[in-house]
């Protein structure tokens, strides 16, 4: 009786467990040699793409390249906060070619409520229709500062941090000022000039809109290899007025509500169409 108890219990566990587990679609990474756009994103049907159990969320993600070409994701379980949207643009430059590039990510990331998949086309599309992306001309305002140059001085790079992780400054070994700030709750900051190689100067923007509460966490990174503090404040400063990426949680809420309406719309209509059906057979 007692081992059965035992089975019994853990029965329920994994069943309980089961149940309480997500579903998302998750699939190989899509690769396609031009701009995804809401009005071509694939959806999650491929031959490779599943549904699984996740233990946290799930997550629906488009990387747009310079070049033209684009990646989706459908993901389980990635390792990013949940009912949120995240978006980031990235500017970089190959220190030994000169060439400048610039790439662009979104993904929404959800929990979903029940046994169906959140990370679906619909609410991609949504967040890409509720988010601004700074422009092409914003961007290139900024190469300036990460322009590949020869003279560089560790030592001249700001060195200052309030942040939990920065890496320390090795002027023996440094090939490049980093300067990161993070906009939350409260700022924090890493200058320094860590060790290591530097391929490409970068700036990159990145923001996770929280639609729980409708905030948001700005962080831009700055990696620059000029004479002097290239990482400075107030250089990044500027970036933060100029480069925001806009979300308008109104849109996405009165979107996401109306798409809701129309399903229910949808159900409703085929209930009364079963119902009329069902009467008229009798
Ligand atoms: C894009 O890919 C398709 C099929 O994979 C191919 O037919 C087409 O020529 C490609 N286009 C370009 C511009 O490379
Ligand atoms: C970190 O330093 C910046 C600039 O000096 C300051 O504005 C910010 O409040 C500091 N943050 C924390 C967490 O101390
Ligand atoms: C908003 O929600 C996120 C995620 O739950 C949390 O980390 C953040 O501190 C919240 N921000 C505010 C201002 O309440």
Not at 58 to 78: I, K, L, M, N, Q
Not at 157 to 180: D, E, H, R
């Amino acid at each position: 009786m007692m081992l059965f108890n035992y089975y019994f219990g853990l029965f329920l566990l994994v069943h309980t467990r089961y149940l309480l587990a997500y579903k998302c679609h998750e699939c190989q990474g899509m690769i396609f040699n031009y701009s995804i756009t809401i009005d071509n994103i694939p959806s999650p049907t491929r031959d490779d793409c599943k549904i699984i159990t996740a233990e946290n969320g799930c997550s629906v993600s488009v990387r747009w390249f310079d070049d033209g070409t684009s990646e989706v994701y459908y993901d389980a379980d990635p390792d990013l906060s949940f009912d949120t949207i995240l978006a980031k643009t990235e500017r970089k430059v190959t220190t030994w070619s000169g060439e400048y590039v610039t790439n662009r990510f979104i993904s929404y990331n959800c929990k979903p409520s029940n046994t169906t998949p959140c990370n679906t086309v619909d609410n991609l599309k949504l967040a890409i229709i509720s988010t601004v992306f700074p422009t092409d001309e914003q961007i290139q305002k900024f190469d300036i500062l990460i322009i590949p140059t020869t003279e560089f001085y560790g030592s001249l790079c700001l060195q200052v941090s309030n942040m939990t992780y920065c890496p320390k400054t090795n002027i023996l070994s440094c090939q490049q000022c980093i300067g990161i700030i993070q906009y939350s709750e409260q700022i924090d900051i890493c200058a320094t000039c860590p060790a290591g190689k530097a391929v490409t100067n970068f700036f990159d923007y990145y923001t996770i809109f929280f639609l729980n509460n409708q905030t948001q966490l700005d962080r831009i990174t700055l990696a620059c290899r000029k004479y002097g503090a290239c990482n400075s404040i107030e250089n990044i400063r500027r970036m933060k007025n100029t480069l925001i990426t806009k979300f308008d949680f109104d849109k996405f809420f009165q979107s996401t509500a109306s798409i809701i309406k129309s399903t229910t719309i949808i159900l409703f209509m085929m209930f009364i169409i079963g119902f009329v059906h069902g009467d008229y057979r009798e």
